[in-house]
């Protein structure tokens, strides 16, 4: 943003808050509307400090991607340690700012401040092989193509004027590189799109049938910004991507800590959006998966060659002890679209990476209804093994577009409760108390005509007040219903109270332990 002493920043399009820029930490009494994309950033976990390893030794200003526990009081926070905001998340309390370097220390020492992490920079990870991963079978059987799910392509931008076979493939563009151009002016971003969606028939690509949405955020030496890859993000979202591919990445020290990859961790959950990331190129060493790669919920690709052979370059997991990555793609000699028209063969998980991408929208295609974890679990469980091969170099194996996309049509419907119930430690006799109950529904579907009662196992322990069976009516899918009841102990003593939730035709019974003093 321009302006460096006000913003407005509308969290939801609902909740406002007015926060402090001015290097003197002064509330400004004006205030410029600006609307902002949705980002979510998650604190890392289990980390023993809250500034970043690498920004400890910085000078002068730098950016940092801060996670807060309290927004308005967060903002406070930065304007005191003289930090000025440049983007704020919508659907968490993470704000990119610049900062003093040395303020950051006293910065993530303060209650309101969850991390302060560095806004990491990447590169690029650098005869058609859309028959080796059988998109083309996949097309016989079923005519799945892809055909208008928005797949968005966070790169160096793609170029469709002097490329035929991207014609009218691109709806929708948007620069956050800084260069003020949507054009591909490093053909990274052109040749990963011509994997997806070329319409070249001699060259065509795994799922020509896609929406593609341009996101460049790297620019002409195909460099990437994790604050620049955070906005593409949120525009991909709230444009209607569904799959979001990306190839591009960095070796990290540790997946934890990178802000980028904990993002996308978050936003996979909590915007049921599927994110294909190549595993990078830093093999053949193990523990070399690049970050976003490294991403849990990310499906990371390796690379192969037509043989099914694991390339050198492909990186190798595991990475901060969990299994990577999750299915590998031809990735060797892929033959792509350059920005003038022409056509290079190309190496790197940059081009295994749109291959999954595109199974994945055959797959949205076929069923839209399917969640972020469904289709990780799909493309998984369906890929062609590689005995040869450890987890750790080649995940599940080679990703077999017709055997995800067979899966995928045959996707069971269902619903399913996962719950829980919250009471105090212990309750004082005589005394009413709490006893409150929440379900998450973790399937597909509505859990309707769902009911949950309670038995006590003495009538000592009765109950004050709260319907029972409480009705509580549909669950609608990977959402939460609560219910609630008062009960109180009349004698001392240790209580089993049973819950019975029912949702159509499942039932959750739990049994917990209550005691009175």
């Given amino acids: 943003m321009k302006s460096s002493h006000r913003v407005w920043f509308y969290l939801s399009c609902e909740r406002r808050l007015q926060y402090l820029t001015q290097s003197g930490g002064k509330k400004m009494n004006k205030v410029q509307s600006i609307v902002l994309l949705a980002i979510i950033l998650l ?7 809250k500034l970043h390893p690498k920004l400890k030794d910085k000078t002068g200003d730098v950016r940092v991607i801060v996670s807060l526990t309290d927004t308005a009081h967060g903002i406070e926070t930065l304007a005191q340690n003289k930090c000025k905001a440049h983007y704020l998340a919508e659907h968490a309390d993470v704000v990119v700012a610049d900062c003093p370097a040395d303020s950051l220390l006293a910065l993530s020492e303060s209650e309101d401040v969850e991390f302060v992490g560095e806004d990491e920079v990447f590169s690029a990870i650098d005869a058609q092989s859309r028959t080796q ?30 490329v035929p076979a991207l014609s009218g493939k691109v709806v929708l563009s948007q620069d956050f590189s800084g260069e003020g151009t949507t054009e591909d002016m490093n053909s990274h971003g052109t040749a990963v799109a011509s994997v997806i969606a070329s319409q070249d028939s001699s060259q065509l690509g795994v799922a020509p049938g896609v929406n593609l949405l341009n996101a460049k955020a790297g620019d002409a030496s195909a460099s990437f910004v994790t604050s620049n890859v955070i906005q593409a993000i949120d525009w991909s979202i709230a444009n209607g991507a569904r799959v979001i591919s990306m190839s591009l990445g960095g070796a990290v020290s540790s997946c934890a800590a990178s802000p980028l990859a904990n993002y996308v961790n978050k936003t996979a959950f909590t915007n049921n959006t599927i994110f294909v990331i190549g595993a990078g190129n830093g093999g053949p060493s193990a523990s070399s998966i690049w970050s976003p790669g490294c991403a849990e919920h990310a499906i990371t690709v390796g690379a192969v060659d037509s043989g099914n052979n694991l390339a050198l370059f492909s990186s190798r997991g595991p990475t901060d002890g969990r299994v990577k990555p999750d299915v590998v793609a031809p990735g060797v000699q892929i033959n792509t679209a350059n920005r003038d028209g022409t ?5 790197g998980t940059s081009f295994s990476t749109p291959h999954v991408a595109g199974v994945a929208a055959m797959m949205l295609q076929m069923r839209s209804g399917l969640y972020w974890d469904e289709v990780k679990g799909i493309v998984k469980s369906s ?28 996707w069971p419907t269902y619903a399913n409760l996962s719950t829980k119930e919250t009471y105090p430690a212990s309750a004082v006799k005589r005394s009413a108390f709490n006893f409150n109950w929440s379900g998450y529904n973790t399937g597909n579907s509505a859990a309707t005509n769902t ?16 319907a029972n069976p409480s009705i509580i009516g549909s669950i609608a899918a990977r959402t ?3 219910a609630g009841w008062r009960l109180q102990g009349k004698r001392a003593g240790t209580y089993t109270v049973t819950v019975n939730a029912t949702a159509g035709n499942t039932q959750k019974i739990d049994v917990v332990q209550v005691v009175v003093k």
């Fill in 451 to 466: 009911k949950v009662q309670i038995k006590t196992s003495s009538s000592n322990l009765i109950i004050v007040s709260g």
């Fill in 383 to 410: 890929a062609v093994q590689l005995p040869s091969y450890t987890k750790n170099e080649v995940g599940s194996g080679l990703v077999d577009a017709l055997a995800a996309v067979n899966t995928a049509t045959t």
């Fill in 480 to 482: 939460t219903a609560n």
């Fill in 133 to 162: 991963v059988k998109a083309d079978s996949a097309y016989a059987t079923y005519g799945t193509d892809g055909y208008n799910v928005k797949v968005a392509i966070i790169d160096t931008g793609i170029t469709t004027s002097t």
């Fill in 43 to 49: 604190a890392p976990a289990g980390l023993a400090e």
């Fill in 343 to 347: 056509w290079s063969a190309r190496d």
